[in-house]
């Protein structure tokens, strides 16, 4: 059992209500969004400056989003697989480290902004980089080159797909591969032995990014464990369209004789969306699922609980029920909810790896078919401060819970706060104003400062801050808005010099004073 997760007993042993979690607290912050010179956050020795500080602060978790390779929008949960990670987060300090790049094939290195992600210069200039290392990597010696051919056999499961998918949807200009030519898109087997024939060179380099990005996180979790730090992953319960994985399991999903979707992912109509959410993912055929015993979805989970020690999974309510919506649709009105097999997959999973801990984003609709699941196999599920104002659930917050002040989808709390009191003067009102400072206390000048405090004060468990809500960014800090697509989303970096000693004594005193140290 994961030493940072403490849980009394695995979960398929679970007889009685207990404490799942140590009290204790972390921050959430996207690898992408750390600050260094070559664009955007990597993964390599440049990171254990921020691990680091966290230890300082005592805090003993780490939460990032998704670390898979975006297939669109730069978005981290719309991705080529469910499986590949995002060779644009491996370090290049580390690739010159180990001799398979120089630091003249960095020259120049562009004017990135501190600030924000240029994900366009980013990819265009870092690309051949990492092509050179690629190349200079498999002239390694003996020994190397079987450790990635070991890599190579145990992820065998997705990794030679992914690859002969990756060098096929460069060959076809990035179109969609349902647009490809009949028998690449339906994996004729002729087609698939000439193209890793023909294309055998390009299909390696795929892989062994794949490999270099693996051994350069494999150096991050242990330092982060031994600095006494937990990693918390991201996992989405959807997949992509155009991903590596519904164009290999085209079974595993509903679509029809061509390929297409035939049903589409979102929500029903509520008080925010009136026309309800299209997701626009593939709908999974539970059944189909149930017949393989799970095994994708087991696979999915063994891979990631390798690089992480918790894993989050975002809208956790669709293992319960799903709103299915037909594929033409352009909103949620006509869609209709349908159960899932999630608690089957579950039993499943815990009946083949008991040292998996998990974390259930149960925000929305469908909460209450997932509290059935998630007691049963005592997981703990998610409460975002900002939320719990409107219904006064800050007066019900249990141990058994991951509470918030905000998400990676939400305003940062000081741009929630000033929209509050911003609604207020225009409609005259000041009752939901009145109701945070009753709760919060009078003086919110520093708003984010207060509801950390609230946090950490609570009776959860554990507790997770935005690293925009520590530096108390406001507008300038919001790392998403959900139904968008631009250069607003997914951008956002943190500063070096953001993180001062000051803050550092701040959280580390606040933290030993609520007894999460």
């Given amino acids: 059992m994961n030493k940072f997760f403490l849980r009394k007993k695995t979960p398929i042993e679970m007889d009685d209500k207990v404490d799942t979690f140590s009290r204790s607290s972390g921050v959430l912050i996207h690898i992408s969004s750390l600050p260094g010179p070559y664009g955007i956050g990597e993964i390599g020795s440049r990171i254990r400056w921020f691990i680091d500080i966290l230890a300082k602060m005592n805090q003993k978790y780490w939460q990032f989003l998704p670390t898979n390779y975006p297939e669109n929008y730069n978005s981290p949960y719309d991705t080529n697989s469910a499986f590949a990670q995002n060779p644009m987060l491996i370090g290049l300090d580390d690739l010159i480290d180990k001799g398979l790049i120089q630091e003249e ?4 290195v562009p004017n990135f902004s501190k600030s924000k992600i240029d994900f366009e210069k980013l990819i265009k200039w870092k690309k051949p980089i990492l092509s050179k290392a690629v190349s200079a990597f498999l002239k390694s010696e003996k020994k190397e080159l079987q450790k990635y051919e070991k890599f190579c056999e145990e992820n065998f499961f997705w990794l030679e797909d992914y690859a002969v998918f990756m060098v096929l949807k460069d060959i076809n200009k990035n179109q969609s591969w349902v647009n490809w030519d009949p028998q690449e898109k339906n994996l004729d087997p002729m087609c698939i032995t000439m193209i890793k024939k023909k294309e055998s060179e390009k299909i390696q380099k795929v892989k062994v990014l794949q490999y270099l990005f693996f051994s350069q996180w494999k150096k991050l979790k242990r330092y982060a464990n031994s600095k006494g730090v937990a990693l918390i992953g991201d996992i989405p319960i959807y997949v992509s369209y155009n991903s590596a994985d519904v164009w290999k399991n085209k079974n595993l999903f509903k679509l029809d004789m061509d390929g297409e979707m035939i049903f589409q992912s979102g929500c029903p109509p509520d008080n925010f969306m009136t026309t309800g959410q299209v997701w626009g993912h593939p709908i999974y055929d539970w ?9 994708w979805w087991c696979q999915r989970m063994k891979y990631l609980n390798q690089l992480v020690d918790v894993i989050r999974i975002d809208h956790f309510n669709g293992f319960a ?5 037909p594929a033409k649709d352009n909103t949620g009105l006509r869609g209709k909810w349908q159960n899932s097999l999630g608690e089957l997959l579950l039993k499943t999973l815990y009946d083949d790896n008991k040292n998996i801990n998990l974390i259930a984003e149960d925000l929305g609709e469908a909460a209450k078919d997932a509290a059935i699941i998630m007691d049963k196999y005592n997981i703990p599920g998610m409460q975002v401060l900002q939320f719990s104002f409107d219904d006064d659930s800050t007066q019900n917050i249990n141990e058994n819970i991951v509470l918030y002040t905000g998400t990676h989808d939400n305003e940062t709390s000081v741009q929630w706060f000033q929209s509050i009191i911003q609604e207020c003067i225009e409609k005259k009102i000041n ?9 919060l206390g009078k003086d919110l000048n520093n708003i984010h400062w207060s509801m950390i405090s609230f946090c950490m004060d609570s009776n959860a468990s554990i507790v997770i801050f935005p690293m925009q809500d520590l530096l108390g960014l406001g507008e300038e800090g919001r790392m998403n808005i959900p139904g968008t697509v631009g250069d607003q989303n997914w951008t956002w970096r943190m500063e070096r010099d953001s993180i001062d000693e000051k803050l550092i004594k701040k959280m580390s005193d606040l933290t030993k ?4 140290s």
């Fill in 105 to 108: 094939d960095l020259k120049p």
């Fill in 287 to 295: 059944d189909k699922h149930h017949d393989t015993n799970f095994e």
């Fill in 321 to 325: 029920k799903y709103w299915e919506i």
């Fill in 431 to 439: 009752e939901k104003e009145k109701r945070i400072k009753s709760i």
């Fill in 513 to 516: 004073e609520t007894y999460r």
